[in-house]
């Protein structure tokens, strides 16, 4: 018997579940497919805001309340926002699971969002501003992301900005919320020893108050990078630096060849870049490359931190490897290694039940249903030719450049990417 069951309840609520008899611990998701790029004008961080004021009461509950009823038998309850889904989630044992769903159903239908409550929250937020605004690695994978979409809405920062949230009132959220948190966006995801046909009938009430459409207007990502190099500097030993490059959506078929490739660049300590960076030059404690994507639109990345003076000497290297691979590719062995990592990196992440709930709930809500096996076969099947090929498609372009932290030598990044497009090779 599969242990994966799904339904569809009448006004569209989406119900995934994962049986794992006697698991005693119990992961719940609420996944709800708006984030920022849904947002509107004068709505940036919004999401993110209603997020932080979901958990603030509700007619029945404190937001003390609502904690506790989490915690005080060992469980926890949290939330996240993205570019394009919320999730609220919790872990409990699975004695409590009843009481972990009807603590989130009661925040989503029910909270009471008042002025009071959106005053406490927006010092919180603009506090959590300007904590991500002193992390120059932030700063940096965001400049990349803002060059790479600028005019669209992937561009702004989840979190919002410092206007936006100053300006944000109690109305603007409340209708937001009334808006966009509908039945027809919503999963929720279970793990555990959960009873499907029991949760599909606990979710009823919540399907009926939401009731709504179920997908977003969205304006399709249109890449446009006007200002390929960005440096903010400030008064720090290091330089966050991070090299991006354009890819595509979560459902083109060359992902799997898109995630091989940047393990074998720089996905561990045995790949390319690392080797070269940090284990032979000594140049910085590590560098890294990831992809990334959402629903139409994605990036590849390489990013390090390291002294200032070292910069552009990384550069230099970082530039003849990537044209290397460009230009001839990477080996069978670098394909295999990779595939080992990957194919094993994701099985051990989905032994971990609050791993496998959020990896359920976010397929899901993009429309995902393949099983670990069939991504694992998925893996597999990649060829070096297809690789390869990706690479001369997606290495082609310079990539744009955001550098944060100490004086970031912009001289070098407007070089690299000169040399780009001449495939030129450093020595």
């Known amino acids: 018997m599969n242990p994966i069951r799904r339904s569809t309840l009448p006004h569209g609520l989406r119900v ?3 049986h794992v008899p006697g698991a005693r611990a119990f992961n719940i998701g609420v996944f709800v497919g708006v984030g920022s790029r849904d947002e509107g004008p004068g709505e940036h961080g919004a999401s993110h805001f209603l997020e932080h ?3 603030k009461g509700t007619p029945t509950r404190t937001a003390e309340e609502i904690s506790a009823a989490v915690e005080r038998f060992g469980g926890d309850l949290n939330a996240y926002t993205t570019r394009e889904y919320t999730c609220f989630h919790a872990r409990v044992l699975d004695d409590q699971a009843g009481t972990a769903l009807d603590v989130l159903t009661d925040m ?10 959106l005053g406490t929250e927006r010092e919180v937020i603009l506090d959590e501003i300007a904590m991500h605004d002193d992390d120059p690695s932030e700063v940096a994978i965001e400049g990349v992301i803002a060059a790479l979409f600028d005019g669209t809405m992937l561009a702004p920062t989840v979190i919002g900005s410092s206007t936006s949230i100053r300006r944000m009132s109690t109305q603007r959220v409340r209708d937001y919320w009334r808006r966009t948190y509908t039945s027809g966006r919503i999963v929720v995801c279970a793990v555990g020893d959960v009873d499907h046909d029991s949760l599909c009938a606990a979710l009823a009430d919540l399907d009926e108050a ?3 459409p179920r997908e ?3 304006t399709p990502a249109r890449p446009s990078a006007r200002r390929p190099v960005r440096v903010r500097s400030n008064d720090l030993s290091q330089t966050s630096v991070v090299l991006g490059f354009e890819t595509f959506g979560n459902r083109d078929p060359r992902r799997e060849a898109l995630a091989l490739l940047a393990v074998a660049l720089g996905g561990g300590m045995s790949s ?5 960076v940090r284990e032979r030059r000594a140049l910085a404690y590590t560098i890294d490359c990831s992809e990334s994507a959402w629903s139409d639109a994605g990036l590849m990345t390489i990013d390090w931190q390291a002294l200032p003076g070292r910069t552009a000497e990384i550069m230099d290297v970082v530039r003849t490897i990537v044209v290397d691979v460009r230009e001839n ?6 394909l295999d290694a990779a595939k080992g990592q990957l194919v094993g990196q994701s099985i051990l992440h989905y032994e971990n039940p609050g791993s496998r709930m959020s990896r359920l709930g976010a397929a899901e809500l993009a429309g995902e249903q393949r099983t670990l096996d069939e ?6 099947a990649v060829t070096l030719d297809e690789v390869n090929a990706l690479a001369r498609d997606v290495l082609a372009p310079a990539p744009v450049i955001s550098m944060a932290g100490a004086a970031a030598p912009r001289g070098a990044a407007h070089r690299l990417r000169e040399g780009w497009a001449r495939g030129d090779i450093a020595h």
């Open 16 to 18: 995934v579940t994962e």
């Open 53 to 55: 004021v979901l958990f």
């Open 108 to 117: 989503l239908s029910r909270s009471l969002v008042t002025a009071t409550d």
């Open 210 to 212: 939401l009731t709504g």
């Open 216 to 218: 977003a207007h969205r």
């Open 272 to 276: 390319r870049l690392f080797l070269e």
């Open 329 to 334: 590719g990477i080996t069978a062995d670098e």
């Open 375 to 380: 991504m694992l076969d998925a893996f597999h």
